[in-house]
């Protein structure tokens, strides 16, 4: 068991990998990233010399601009979260989370000299961590109902307020906080770079499902701020303010392929070693199933964070890629959690054990679970999908519209979708059921686009987008099944 990965890391010395070439440069993460593996890495929170092995194979640096000796490249931001979530998927969200949702605002938005405070420190070999605190006890889904308020004093601003689930919450040295202002001219939210020693105190804490390397609490604030740390994220409103969220999201897409190809490298593995009765597990008909939607989970997932890699761009303007944002980390989570069951199902009792020797079963599973919560819960995600779409139709119907759509379309006509059943009024269940629908045919859009870029074999693309066509005919009868409970009240 890896209880440390420590002094024997083989990295480049960290003078030179601003300047090293982008293979070799992930090269020395992925060697960095195999200390943490999840067959053996233990399930507890990050000692900060583990952290240091990443900081040190340079990990922050693809955030950074090159004048604060960062390499400042989006395809290594995403090639690093996928290559660590291969090994080890808590490992990969809690670089995620240090990189596109705390570090990226201050690159963006922060003013010059919060930058010149604040990005130093995270390009050296040895830096600390930074977390992103907007969720609170009483508002997580909808975010009007913050309550931590900030006012202007002599200065900076003050800010008080209690926060809750943010990832290192009792770790991270520096924070990304919002907060509103009800003045007279109306409410007004507000983003800060907020250092722990300004008034940031971890009350409780939490003991997550799983993620074992993050940790998690109620966090309670009551800072003084200087003015220069208020960032400039969008127009004070929540909806001007969209782009925060989506770098977190977009990053899924880019580790999901990450985590999903050692799911199915390790699942097949798995069924071709065990024995039941006189052959392989994988000569079981309905194995044989699950290791398809496993397998098509995977193409999927290759297909989106191609996507994420090659047509977004997290050192720019997200705002413009919202729908598409939404659709992959619905996409790419659910089928995340629908493999993690999968492989979990097929290795029996010996998947329920954590640590055994055979399987990564039970940690998939538990890392996995909590990606259709949280960084938005899908349900919610899907149904502003739904209504993004819906506001563009102009009154002909969601399906039709979905025909027509740009990044819907060259899948309804390659595969004959049939969206139709959209077509009619849509309460707010039907919304995010509809979502769904968006993001599966979204997905399948993009599996056509990678196929046709990347050259790959097209008997595994078929499979993946006949699975994806099923959970889009699952939700036709699901509004089949609205309408007869419905009928029913
Ligand atoms: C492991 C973990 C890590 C996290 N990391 C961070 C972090 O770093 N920073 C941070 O600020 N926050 C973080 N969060 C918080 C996370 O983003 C929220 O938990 C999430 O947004 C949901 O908010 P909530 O928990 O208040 O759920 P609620 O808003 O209470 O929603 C509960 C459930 O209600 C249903 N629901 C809500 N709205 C709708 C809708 N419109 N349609 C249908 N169903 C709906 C969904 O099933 C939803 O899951 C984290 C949470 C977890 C569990």
Redesign the pocket.
């Known amino acids: 068991m890896t209880g440390s990965a420590g002094a024997d890391s083989p990295l480049a010395p960290f003078a030179t990998l601003a300047a090293l070439p982008a293979e070799e440069f992930l090269a020395g993460v992925e060697k960095a990233a195999a200390h943490f593996d999840a067959a053996s890495y233990p399930q507890r929170q990050m000692p900060a010399e583990d952290w240091a092995v990443l900081t040190r194979a340079g990990v922050l640096l693809p955030v950074l601009p090159a004048a604060y000796g960062g390499r400042d490249s989006h395809a290594e931001m995403c090639r690093v979260v996928e290559s660590l979530a291969e090994r080890n998927l808590a490992v990969a969200v809690y670089t995620a ?1 240090v990189t596109g ?1 705390a570090l990226r605002p201050v690159v963006v938005w922060a003013g010059e000299e919060t930058r010149r405070e604040v990005l130093p420190l995270f390009a050296g070999p040895l830096a600390p961590t930074a ?5 609170e006890p009483a ?4 975010m009007s109902g913050l309550t931590t308020t900030f006012e202007k004093v002599e200065g900076g601003y003050r800010i008080r307020g209690r ?1 809750h ?4 919450s009792a770790t991270a040295s520096w924070w990304l906080v919002v907060a509103k202002r009800d003045g007279e001219g109306g409410r007004e939210y507000g983003w800060f770079v907020v250092e722990r020693g300004d008034g940031f105190r971890t009350s409780q804490r939490y003991d ?1 499902m799983g ?1 074992k390397v ?1 940790d ?1 609490g109620v966090n309670d604030i009551d800072a003084f701020v200087p003015a220069h740390r208020r960032i400039d994220i969008g127009a004070g409103n929540l909806s001007s303010m969209v782009d925060v969220y989506l770098s977190g999201r977009a990053l899924i897409g880019a580790l999901s392929g990450g985590f999903l190809r050692r799911i199915a490298d390790e699942a097949h593995a798995y069924a071709d070693t065990r024995r039941v009765g006189r052959g392989p597990l994988s000569s079981i008909g309905f194995v044989r199933y699950r290791l398809d939607a496993i397998d098509g989970a995977h193409t999927v997932c290759a297909a989106l964070g191609h996507h994420v890699r090659t047509r977004l761009d997290l050192t720019s303007d997200l705002a413009p890629a919202f729908p598409g944002i939404q659709a992959v980390k619905i996409a790419a989570t659910e089928l995340m959690v629908g493999a993690a069951n999968h492989y979990q199902q097929l290795t029996g009792g010996e998947g329920y054990r954590s640590g055994s020797p055979t399987n990564i079963a039970a940690q998939a599973f538990l890392d996995s679970r ?1 990606f259709t ?5 899908n ?2 995600l899907s ?1 502003q999908l739904a209504q993004y779409c819906l506001d563009r139709s102009a009154g002909g119907g969601l399906g039709t519209f979905l025909a027509g759509w740009e990044p819907t379309a060259p899948a309804v006509s390659a595969y004959g979708l049939d969206l139709r059943f959209l077509d009619g009024t849509l309460a ?1 269940e039907h919304l ?1 059921l509809a979502g769904r629908v968006i993001a599966y045919a979204f997905a399948a859009a993009r599996v056509l686009e990678w196929a046709a870029e990347t050259g790959a074999a097209t008997g595994p693309v078929r499979r993946a987008v006949a699975f994806l066509e099923a959970d889009i005919e699952r939700v036709r009868v699901e509004f089949g099944l609205l309408a007869r409970l419905g009928a029913d009240t």
Do not use: E, H, P
């Open positions: 989370i949702l977390g992103f605190a907007s969720t508002a997580g889904s909808a926060k689930w943010q990832a290192l997550a993620l993050i998690y909590v919560i949280f960084d938005g819960t349900d919610l149904q707010q995010v």
